[in-house]
């Protein structure tokens, strides 16, 4: 019987948060994560900042996409800013998943300190 190393459990916890910050779709682990208020001091860390962007992410579409909708004149700067907004989402997930993978830190300035208030 093979046993595990130190290194594959690390690897596992790597796989498992960067499924996390797959955009939109690992908001859902990252939640049940966060509910079930299991896994390291990372892995919640991680599970924050992912639901913190993924909420301000939402809140920010819907605003732009309501006003883009009530300001006919504004409509299609506002499309432009929505659709660079989602852009900025999904390149900061991609960003967070690189840095994961070497090993560094995935705090981002001002969301990591907002994050720290989620419970």
Same mark, same amino acid.
């Given at each position: 019987?093979? %046993?595990?190393?130190?290194? #594959?459990?690390?690897? !596992?916890? &790597? /796989? ?10 690992? @908001? ?23 639901? =913190? ?10 605003? @732009? #996409? ?10 299609? %700067? !506002?499309?432009? =800013?929505?659709? /660079?907004?989602? =852009?900025?989402? =999904?390149?900061?997930?991609?960003? /967070?998943?690189? &840095? ?12 990591? &300190?907002?994050?720290?208030? !989620?419970?």
């Amino acid at each position: 019987m093979k %046993r595990a190393s130190p290194a #594959s459990g690390e690897t !596992l916890e &790597r /796989l498992k948060l960067t499924i996390y910050l797959v955009p939109i779709f690992g @908001l859902l682990p990252a939640a049940y994560s966060l509910w079930q208020k299991q896994g390291s001091r990372q892995e919640l860390a991680v599970s924050r900042l992912v639901v =913190t962007l993924a909420l301000t992410w939402v809140v920010t579409y819907g605003l @732009l #996409s309501a006003g883009s909708h009530l300001a006919p004149g504004l409509s299609l %700067r !506002l499309l432009i =800013t929505n659709t /660079l907004v989602t =852009t900025g989402y =999904t390149l900061t997930n991609l960003v /967070l998943m690189v &840095r994961l993978l070497q090993g560094k830190s995935v705090n981002l300035p001002g969301f990591s &300190r907002l994050s720290k208030r !989620l419970p």
